[in-house]
């Protein structure tokens, strides 16, 4: 095989890798319609307050298209992580808002999870254990097989991890000196803003370092083979004895 062969029967299997990839990423992360239960909530809640500047009814809508969401999600018979999710915080910032009477502190819950989501990422790829890996393993049915079987999947993993660590601190240092210096509609229309380009730009960082990667192992297939081989010997088994008993 000569070296201009190689990457022409490699490219199969490169662009199968791609496509794998993508649609884990897609599962994973809600695709678009995961992107728009994310910001619209947020979007409304902005926009009915920059122009009435009226919590309740500002907090009352938020929450009320968050709840629709989840039940055309229940009509549809489709995943709920997303949806819910999406009201959760939705609810926990209208608590918060409603609570102590200010409206900025309807993104407040937000902010922190952010922050806390952040931490987390780098937290975790400096124990060796980056958090990507924890939540794509089971959607590429590898489970933790990276850590110890696939050491360049999981070089991988800390790339992706470290990108979205940085993204969302970056993201918390614009937002949070905003918490204190802006007003509520500045500080919504900034956030509602920054809600989609930094989660774009961390899933495709997370895209170019796993189409790099080697391969996922399938360690459900692979438990699978185990148990098929351990029933056929099992039947090979009682198959000889049978006929031993027979002879």
Not at 208 to 217: E, S
Request: aromatic share 12%.
């Amino acid at each position: 095989m000569t070296s201009v062969d190689k990457p022409t029967q490699d490219a199969p299997q490169q662009h199968e890798s791609r496509a794998v990839t993508e649609a884990a990423l897609f599962e994973a992360f809600g695709g678009v319609r995961g992107m728009v239960e994310t910001v619209l909530p947020g979007l409304l809640f902005v926009s009915i307050f920059t122009i009435t500047k009226d919590l309740h009814w500002s907090a009352i809508a938020a929450l009320g298209v968050s709840l629709l969401m989840v039940a055309v999600r229940l009509v549809m018979k489709d995943t709920m992580k997303h949806a819910f999710s999406g009201v959760f915080g939705v609810a926990f910032g209208v608590i918060f808002a409603m609570f102590t009477g200010n409206a900025k502190d309807f993104y407040l819950p937000g902010m922190l999870y952010t922050l806390g989501l952040a931490l987390a990422y780098i937290i975790t790829t400096l124990a060796g254990v980056p958090l990507i890996g924890l939540i794509l393993g089971p959607v590429f049915k590898e489970n933790l097989s990276w850590r110890t079987r696939n050491p360049g999947r999981k070089k991988a993993y800390a790339k992706a991890s470290w990108a979205w660590g940085l993204i969302l601190l970056a993201k918390c240092a614009i937002l949070f000196p905003l918490y204190w210096w802006a007003d509520t509609t500045q500080l919504g229309w900034v956030l509602v803003t920054l809600k989609i380009p930094p989660f774009l730009l961390a899933v495709w960082l997370t895209w170019v370092f796993l189409a790099k990667a080697p391969a996922p192992i399938d360690v459900f297939a692979e438990m699978e083979a185990e148990e098929r081989a351990e029933k056929a010997a099992a039947e090979a088994a009682a198959d000889g004895g049978r006929h031993r008993r027979g002879a």
